[in-house]
DNA sequence: TTTAGGTGAGTAACCACTCACTTACTATAC
DNA sequence: GTATAGTAAGTGAGTGGTTACTCACCTAAA
């Protein structure tokens, strides 16, 4: 069972074949959308024949559904989040979250083939959907509802106030992602800006004291 | 030059062509993208011949940047946004602009349109998101700034907190318009969520207590 | 009679996808 | 060690169907 490495292999396994087909292929879907990418491109990109890609896929839409399938959810930031979420460090969960999503070097690969996929209207988005974002929401949700039985929250709606705070967020990546809306200023700056506003927002008077005025 | 109007007419005029043409294809391209919808889905949906198209239009990208190019921005509500703004008149301000995107019967053509230009990348995207959106930003932008200087709002970067609004109200659009999330709640109760919250985050103590907390 | 409105029947290029076929690697018999 | 058989990896040259776009021609109204 295990195959000798020759140092000059001129045949990639098949497993190295397909996954290389998949990356070469995700980043055009996201660039030119699935009408728009051609199957003689993504051969191209994976630097194999048209016919190859179809003895991995049978048909560009199993390609396109291995690549969205493939894109599983976050589990270390769910953690981390989840410990600053049990002390109740209200100022630590957002920033992980905004952190999270507003950095430097975020592949935007992930949010261009998310868009794509539901203006499309592909069958797969909603699963797509639900595992890159609805964890987000759901969380969120709970740890506000949470916090304003502790009193510590005003009594907001949490489904709204939690797809308010994500929807900061996720505007701000479409805005520079998406439309090359030029920063102005740091990653780190911008989630600050949006997680001292909202807690101000959404916490009491004695919550406020404690963290959001410096 | 003034015509007769035949009870009966069977041509249609240029310019009337010209509207039904744009008009079909125009909500098309909205649901499928600029290269998922064909030329001959175009003439069947405007009634006539593909033939009949390339008349009008010498490129179907040109028909495409023609719809682009037509939308125009909005002014009665910049009017009425206007006139709450010189009363000071916190929550009317944003909920107006709020309730202007968030509102029964509110067309996702122009949203779909949008993102679609942008993703795929045509040229006239950035006029397009210019005449759409960016009015918004900067007057939103300007305003939180006077009632900076004013004392009724923190001291927040008054860009960043136009965009965070903004990004609440896009996003709560997004989510249901183009990932079909159920509300569940009315237009309005959402709209009256984003303002309480936002205000609560940046307008100061005094300002809160006038508008605030009914 | 003129002319703007309108079309059926193309065209070359391109699309997703197929097939007959070759090549490179490996396990095994000797 | 080497010959060989089996098999997975890989492709050039197509397939029928579709695409954006054209052109010669028609038709109704002023």
Redesign the interface.
């Given at each position: 069972m295990a195959t000798t490495r020759p140092t000059h292999r001129r045949k990639a396994s098949g497993r190295e074949r397909q996954a290389g087909i998949i990356a070469a292929s995700a980043s055009l879907f996201a660039a030119?959308?699935f009408?728009?990418t051609t199957t003689r491109e993504i051969a191209k990109a994976a630097g194999c024949s048209e016919a190859l890609v179809f003895k991995h896929f049978p048909t560009k839409r199993a390609l396109y559904a291995a690549i969205l399938a493939e894109k599983a959810p976050f589990s270390e930031l769910l953690a981390a989040v989840d410990e600053a979420a049990k002390k109740r460090d209200d100022a630590r969960v957002f920033t992980l979250i905004a952190g999270y999503r507003i950095r430097r070097g975020a592949d935007p690969t992930l949010l261009?083939l998310l868009?794509?996929s539901?203006?499309?209207g592909h069958e797969l988005?909603?699963m797509f959907?639900k595992n890159q974002h609805r964890v987000f929401y759901d969380y969120l949700a709970g740890y506000i509802g949470q916090r304003i039985q502790e009193g510590a929250f005003?009594r907001?709606?949490p489904?709204?106030?939690a797809?308010?705070f994500?929807?900061?967020?996720?505007?701000?990546r479409?805005?520079h992602e998406?439309?090359?809306v030029p920063a102005?200023?740091t990653p780190e700056d911008?989630v600050a800006?949006?997680v001292?506003?909202?807690?101000?927002?959404?916490q009491t008077g004695t919550a406020q004291e404690r963290h959001a005025r410096p």
């Open positions: 030119r959308g009408t728009g261009r868009l794509f539901a203006l499309e988005s909603k959907f005003r907001v709606d489904l709204l106030a797809r308010s994500m929807g900061m967020i996720a505007h701000h479409l805005l998406i439309f090359r102005h200023r911008s800006n949006y001292t506003l909202f807690l101000s927002g959404v």
